[in-house]
C-alpha cells in the first residue's frame, strides 16, 4: 500500500507537533507540581509549630518529591525532544527542501528548561523552609 507524499508529509508533522506539544505539557505539568509542593511547605511551615511531631521528616520528603518529580520531567522532555530531532531528520531526508532543524537556539532552549527545573529542586533541598 503506497501512501502518497502529502499524507506522509502530514503525519510527520503532526508528531513533532504532538511532540512539541508534549515538552510543553511537561514543562507546564513540572510548574503546577513544584508550585503544589513548595506551597505545602511553605503552609506546613506556616501553620506547624517548630516542635510538632507532624512536621517531622516533612521537609527532606517535599524535597524528595519536588527531585523525583524533576527528574521524571527531564527525562520526559529530553525523550520527546530526541524524538522530535528523530522524525525532524526523517522530514528532511524525504524532502530535501526542508531544512534539518537541529539550530542551537532549538537545543538551548530545552537545555535551559531542564536547566532551570534543575535549579529548582537543588535550590529547594537548601531553602526548604521545613
Known amino acids: 500500500m503506497n501512501v502518497s507524499a502529502d499524507k506522509q508529509y502530514e503525519n510527520i508533522t503532526t508528531q513533532l507537533r504532538y511532540l512539541n506539544d508534549k515538552i510543553h505539557d511537561a514543562f507546564r505539568h513540572f510548574f503546577t507540581l513544584a508550585s503544589a509542593i513548595i506551597g505545602g511547605s511553605l503552609y506546613a511551615h506556616i501553620t506547624l ?3 510538632d511531631p507532624r512536621r517531622c521528616g516533612l521537609g527532606s520528603s517535599a524535597s524528595a518529591l519536588l527531585s523525583i518529580v524533576g527528574v521524571a520531567i ?27 532543524g537541529t539550530s542551537k537556539t532549538e537545543y538551548a532552549i530545552e537545555a535551559s528548561t531542564c536547566v532551570l527545573i534543575v535549579a529548582t529542586c537543588v535550590g529547594f533541598w537548601f531553602l526548604n523552609p521545613l
Not at 74 to 100: C, W
Open 49 to 51: 509549630a517548630p516542635d
Open 74 to 100: 527531564v527525562i520526559l522532555i529530553a525523550t520527546n525532544f530526541f524524538s522530535k530531532q528523530g522524525y525532524r531528520k526523517r522530514l528532511s531526508l524525504e524532502y530535501p527542501a526542508i531544512p534539518l
